[in-house]
């Protein structure tokens, strides 16, 4: 089979290069932004435990019977500090400190696979064209 080469060939080739290139860009910025609420109901719910956790902690900490009962005692007698802790430690068991991450986890390896073709992208997966190095 021969391959001739003309202008219009090469004007095809572009063209489907750059097609390509929105597609791949299109569909980058789709689930980044399909992640993101996601994202965020995650964080909300990180803060808010970890939060009413810390506050727990300081009224389980403040008690004056707290060091004077064992902690099974102590943790049944601050049932909301033993909830919070022990729904804040299956939080991190399942994974939530990736989800919470996890847009910026597929941008940072989706820039290290591009930038061996000169490209990069925003956080929010626009593709990003990086000049050509000059030759030398």
Not at 55 to 65: Q, R, S, V
Not at 77 to 102: C, D, E, I, Y
Request: charged share 20%; aromatic share 8%.
């Amino acid at each position: 089979m021969l391959i001739v080469c003309t202008k219009e060939n090469k004007m095809s080739l572009e063209q489907t290069a750059c097609d390509d290139l929105k597609a791949f860009e299109r569909r980058l910025t789709e689930v980044i932004g399909c992640l993101q609420p996601a994202t965020m109901r995650w964080r909300i719910l990180l803060t808010v435990v970890s939060v009413c956790t810390a506050i727990a902690a300081y009224h389980w900490l403040m008690d004056p019977l707290t060091p004077v009962v064992s902690l099974t005692q102590s943790l049944w007698n601050h049932p909301f500090f033993a909830f919070t802790s022990t729904f804040l430690v299956l939080l991190f068991m399942m994974g939530v400190h990736r989800k919470v991450v996890a847009p910026s986890i597929i941008t940072a390896r989706t820039r290290s696979v591009l930038n061996d073709f000169n490209m990069s992208c925003d956080d929010t997966g626009k593709l990003i064209l990086k000049p050509r190095p000059a030759n030398t």
